[in-house]
Protein backbone atom coordinates (compact mmCIF):
# COMPACT_ATOMS: atom_id res chain seq x y z
CA UNK A 1 0.00 0.00 0.00
CA UNK A 2 1.32 3.43 -0.85
CA UNK A 3 0.70 7.01 0.76
CA UNK A 4 1.04 9.24 -2.29
CA UNK A 5 -2.35 10.34 -3.61
CA UNK A 6 -2.75 8.80 -7.53
CA UNK A 7 -5.18 11.69 -8.39
CA UNK A 8 -3.63 12.98 -11.52
CA UNK A 9 -2.84 16.40 -11.57
CA UNK A 10 -5.09 17.51 -14.20
CA UNK A 11 -7.69 15.57 -15.57
CA UNK A 12 -7.56 13.44 -19.33
CA UNK A 13 -8.55 16.05 -22.75
CA UNK A 14 -6.97 18.72 -20.39
CA UNK A 15 -5.76 21.99 -21.91
CA UNK A 16 -4.62 25.52 -21.02
CA UNK A 17 -5.80 28.87 -23.08
CA UNK A 18 -5.17 32.40 -22.59
CA UNK A 19 -8.83 33.09 -22.81
CA UNK A 20 -12.31 32.02 -21.28
CA UNK A 21 -15.18 30.12 -22.30
CA UNK A 22 -18.58 30.09 -21.49
CA UNK A 23 -21.23 26.82 -22.09
CA UNK A 24 -24.79 27.63 -21.77
CA UNK A 25 -28.09 26.26 -22.93
CA UNK A 26 -27.90 23.01 -23.77
CA UNK A 27 -30.69 21.55 -25.64
CA UNK A 28 -31.62 17.83 -26.18
CA UNK A 29 -34.41 16.72 -28.72
CA UNK A 30 -35.35 13.96 -26.61
CA UNK A 31 -35.09 12.80 -23.36
CA UNK A 32 -37.19 9.53 -24.27
CA UNK A 33 -35.31 7.38 -27.02
CA UNK A 34 -35.68 3.48 -27.78
CA UNK A 35 -32.51 1.19 -28.29
CA UNK A 36 -32.59 1.75 -32.27
CA UNK A 37 -32.75 5.65 -31.81
CA UNK A 38 -30.09 8.23 -31.64
CA UNK A 39 -29.99 11.28 -29.13
CA UNK A 40 -29.51 15.05 -30.50
CA UNK A 41 -28.39 17.76 -28.20
CA UNK A 42 -26.71 21.38 -28.62
CA UNK A 43 -24.83 23.56 -26.73
CA UNK A 44 -23.61 27.44 -27.10
CA UNK A 45 -19.81 28.27 -26.25
CA UNK A 46 -19.02 32.00 -25.97
CA UNK A 47 -15.71 33.27 -25.81
CA UNK A 48 -15.49 35.47 -22.91
CA UNK A 49 -12.32 36.95 -23.16
CA UNK A 50 -10.02 39.01 -24.70
CA UNK A 51 -8.19 37.05 -26.90
CA UNK A 52 -9.11 34.31 -29.77
CA UNK A 53 -9.03 30.68 -28.58
CA UNK A 54 -10.09 26.81 -29.04
CA UNK A 55 -12.18 25.31 -26.67
CA UNK A 56 -12.67 21.28 -27.19
CA UNK A 57 -15.91 20.64 -26.26
CA UNK A 58 -15.75 16.84 -24.90
CA UNK A 59 -18.89 14.66 -24.84
CA UNK A 60 -18.91 11.34 -22.35
CA UNK A 61 -21.13 8.37 -21.81
CA UNK A 62 -21.81 7.60 -18.23
CA UNK A 63 -24.21 4.14 -18.14
CA UNK A 64 -25.32 4.12 -14.58
CA UNK A 65 -27.41 1.21 -14.71
CA UNK A 66 -25.70 -1.41 -16.87
CA UNK A 67 -25.86 -5.15 -16.24
CA UNK A 68 -22.54 -5.24 -16.49
CA UNK A 69 -19.39 -2.74 -14.74
CA UNK A 70 -18.61 -0.11 -17.50
CA UNK A 71 -16.32 2.66 -17.00
CA UNK A 72 -17.33 5.24 -14.87
CA UNK A 73 -17.57 8.11 -18.53
CA UNK A 74 -16.20 7.03 -21.85
CA UNK A 75 -15.18 9.98 -24.49
CA UNK A 76 -17.84 8.59 -27.27
CA UNK A 77 -17.01 12.52 -28.82
CA UNK A 78 -15.60 16.22 -29.63
CA UNK A 79 -15.72 19.02 -31.28
CA UNK A 80 -12.97 21.73 -31.87
CA UNK A 81 -14.44 25.10 -31.70
CA UNK A 82 -12.34 27.89 -32.84
CA UNK A 83 -13.26 31.40 -31.67
CA UNK A 84 -12.35 34.87 -31.95
CA UNK A 85 -13.07 37.42 -28.84
CA UNK A 86 -16.40 37.72 -27.60
CA UNK A 87 -17.83 35.31 -30.75
CA UNK A 88 -20.09 31.95 -29.77
CA UNK A 89 -21.00 29.04 -31.82
CA UNK A 90 -23.61 26.56 -31.32
CA UNK A 91 -22.21 23.10 -31.60
CA UNK A 92 -24.60 20.30 -32.10
CA UNK A 93 -24.26 16.30 -31.19
CA UNK A 94 -26.06 13.70 -32.73
CA UNK A 95 -25.25 10.56 -30.77
CA UNK A 96 -26.74 7.03 -31.98
CA UNK A 97 -27.11 4.96 -29.22
CA UNK A 98 -24.99 2.28 -30.20
CA UNK A 99 -22.24 4.14 -28.81
CA UNK A 100 -23.89 2.66 -25.59
CA UNK A 101 -23.51 -0.78 -26.52
CA UNK A 102 -21.10 -2.91 -24.76
CA UNK A 103 -20.29 -6.67 -24.37
CA UNK A 104 -23.10 -8.50 -22.41
CA UNK A 105 -22.16 -11.58 -20.09
CA UNK A 106 -23.09 -13.66 -23.47
CA UNK A 107 -20.64 -12.16 -25.62
CA UNK A 108 -22.73 -10.45 -27.51
CA UNK A 109 -22.81 -6.49 -27.99
CA UNK A 110 -25.75 -5.08 -27.09
CA UNK A 111 -27.71 -2.09 -26.26
CA UNK A 112 -30.06 -2.16 -23.29
CA UNK A 113 -33.03 -0.02 -22.00
CA UNK A 114 -32.56 2.76 -18.75
CA UNK A 115 -30.81 5.13 -17.92
CA UNK A 116 -27.98 7.68 -19.72
CA UNK A 117 -26.26 10.68 -19.49
CA UNK A 118 -24.27 12.60 -21.51
CA UNK A 119 -22.01 14.79 -20.17
CA UNK A 120 -20.82 17.62 -21.96
CA UNK A 121 -16.65 19.01 -20.64
CA UNK A 122 -13.74 20.69 -21.28
CA UNK A 123 -12.00 17.69 -19.64
CA UNK A 124 -12.81 14.41 -18.03
CA UNK A 125 -12.96 16.26 -14.76
CA UNK A 126 -14.65 19.37 -15.74
CA UNK A 127 -18.05 18.37 -16.57
CA UNK A 128 -19.76 21.78 -17.46
CA UNK A 129 -23.52 20.12 -18.92
CA UNK A 130 -25.76 16.94 -18.38
CA UNK A 131 -27.89 15.54 -20.24
CA UNK A 132 -29.55 12.46 -18.82
CA UNK A 133 -31.77 10.41 -21.22
CA UNK A 134 -34.06 7.80 -20.70
CA UNK A 135 -33.54 4.56 -23.20
CA UNK A 136 -36.44 2.29 -23.57
CA UNK A 137 -37.52 -0.76 -25.69
CA UNK A 138 -35.90 -4.34 -25.77
CA UNK A 139 -32.70 -5.12 -25.69
CA UNK A 140 -30.83 -4.83 -28.99
CA UNK A 141 -27.61 -7.07 -30.34
CA UNK A 142 -25.72 -5.13 -32.73
CA UNK A 143 -23.13 -5.89 -34.64
CA UNK A 144 -20.11 -4.74 -36.78
CA UNK A 145 -21.56 -2.49 -38.65
CA UNK A 146 -22.84 -0.29 -35.67
CA UNK A 147 -22.17 3.43 -35.78
CA UNK A 148 -18.89 4.47 -34.02
CA UNK A 149 -19.31 8.07 -33.70
CA UNK A 150 -21.60 10.94 -33.41
CA UNK A 151 -22.31 13.69 -36.05
CA UNK A 152 -20.60 17.07 -34.96
CA UNK A 153 -21.48 20.14 -36.35
CA UNK A 154 -20.51 23.53 -34.87
CA UNK A 155 -22.13 26.94 -36.11
CA UNK A 156 -20.76 30.08 -35.66
CA UNK A 157 -23.50 32.87 -34.14
CA UNK A 158 -23.37 35.48 -35.52
CA UNK A 159 -23.50 38.65 -33.24
CA UNK A 160 -26.11 41.31 -32.04
CA UNK A 161 -26.47 43.63 -34.03
Given at each position: ?25 L ?17 TV ?17 D ?8 V ?9 P ?14 L ?14 E??A ?7 S ?5 L???V ?28
Amino acid sequence: MSNIDPTPAFGFGHGLSYTTFEWSDLQVDERDVTTDGEVRLSLTVRNTGERSGTEIVQLYLHDPVASVVRPVQRLVGFARVPLDAGAGARVDFTVPLDLASFTARDGRRIVEPGALELRLGASSTDIRLTADVDVAGPVRVVDHRRALHPAVAVREEQPAR
